[in-house]
């Protein structure tokens, strides 16, 4: 093999190896994106779960007051009716 023809062979590579490289550099780039649009995702997920996660949380809350208070309400009937019974 001639030393031209060497040469000639060692630029193509080059210019293959330039070319790989530039694919690499825009598939990470497109990974990146990728992987920034994901976690954004995920960020407003979780701030979409944790919001409707305080919400069913007041809800509870509220309904666990109603039943207290329906509860004792009940009670109260039970004794008026205890005490109705007993003056008989």
Same mark, same amino acid.
């Given at each position: 093999?001639?030393?031209? @023809? #060497?040469?000639? &062979? &060692?630029?193509?590579?080059?210019? #293959? &190896?330039?070319?790989?490289?530039?694919?690499?550099?825009?598939?990470?780039?497109?990974?990146?994106?990728?992987?920034?649009?994901? #976690?954004?995702?995920?960020? $407003?997920?979780?701030?979409?779960?944790?919001?409707?996660?305080?919400?069913?949380?007041?809800? $509870?809350?509220?309904?666990?007051?109603?039943?207290?208070?329906? $509860?004792?309400?009940?009670?109260?009937?039970?004794?008026? @009716?205890?005490?109705?019974?007993? #003056?008989?």
């Amino acid at each position: 093999m001639g030393y031209e @023809q #060497e040469i000639w &062979l &060692l630029r193509r590579r080059v210019k #293959e &190896l330039e070319k790989q490289v530039e694919q690499l550099r825009v598939s990470r780039r497109v990974l990146m994106n990728l992987i920034e649009r994901m #976690e954004e995702e995920k960020k $407003n997920s979780v701030s979409r779960l944790e919001k409707e996660n305080k919400k069913l949380q007041m809800d $509870n809350r509220r309904y666990a007051k109603r039943l207290m208070k329906y $509860n004792s309400y009940l009670v109260e009937l039970k004794d008026e @009716q205890r005490s109705l019974m007993e #003056e008989l």
